[in-house]
């Protein structure tokens, strides 16, 4: 059976193990401890030279970054396409991938964390880091917001990988208090409303993330 090395509370890990759902695929969840340091392990750095998760092992193969093992399990997991056939829906998947990943992840993670991890890593929340995150991601929400605003979905007609890149996030917003951010916005609240009621991304959400404490056993 498949493994995927990760954590429950992990934005990265949540994006494959939807995946995985959405493929209908089975895998075998081994919790990399984050907060406990486990990443940090020679075991686990043998896996993941960088000390991240997720962590995929399929056979022989082993194989890191979230972005390639979705692909990955897309292709090898028979059921419903993730990557859209169609040249100009799939490059627009991976536009929207990729203005995650360029403009809006740098911006959201640092809040994330203060607010909802920060008293399980320990330190003292930062204000700042949350103010200026709480500011960057407004253009990339009003990016996205009027995008939707004439498709039902980020690559245009079909639901895609570009989606759950973007899931956790949302999700973890609503949970720091910041359901506003997507609620005020038309068009993207309608699109979260359809795609979290998905019953993969319901399986996942199901884990998490509250209550946190027991991610940490």
């Not at 995929?56 to 059921?79: P, Q």
């Not at 245009?156 to 506003?180: K, N, V």
């Amino acid at each position: 059976m498949m493994k995927i090395y990760g954590h429950p509370w992990s934005i990265n890990t949540r994006k494959v193990l939807a995946a995985l759902g959405e493929k209908g695929g089975q895998a075998e969840l081994v919790t990399v401890n984050l907060p406990k340091g486990e990443q940090r392990t020679p075991a686990h750095a043998a896996r993941h030279p960088f000390l991240k998760v997720p962590v995929l092992e399929d056979g022989g193969l082993v194989l890191y970054e979230s972005t390639a093992i979705m692909r990955y399990l897309d292709r090898a997991i028979d059921g419903p396409a993730l990557a859209p056939a169609s040249p100009r829906e799939s490059a627009r998947a991976e536009q929207w991938v990729s203005v995650g990943q360029s403009y809006f992840a740098p911006a959201v993670q640092p809040l994330l964390i203060e607010v909802i991890f920060r008293k399980y890593l320990g330190g003292e929340r930062n204000a700042a880091a949350i103010d200026a995150g709480r500011a960057a991601m407004q253009r990339p929400l009003d990016v996205i917001d009027e995008w939707l605003a004439a498709h039902p979905h980020l690559a245009g007609d079909s639901f895609s990988l570009a989606e759950l890149y973007w899931m956790p996030y949302f999700e973890y917003l609503a949970h720091a208090g910041e359901q506003g951010a997507i609620a005020g916005r038309r068009h993207l609240a309608a699109w979260w409303e359809r795609v979290s009621a998905r019953p993969a991304w319901r399986e996942v959400a199901r884990t998490g993330p509250q209550p946190y404490d027991a991610a940490l056993t």
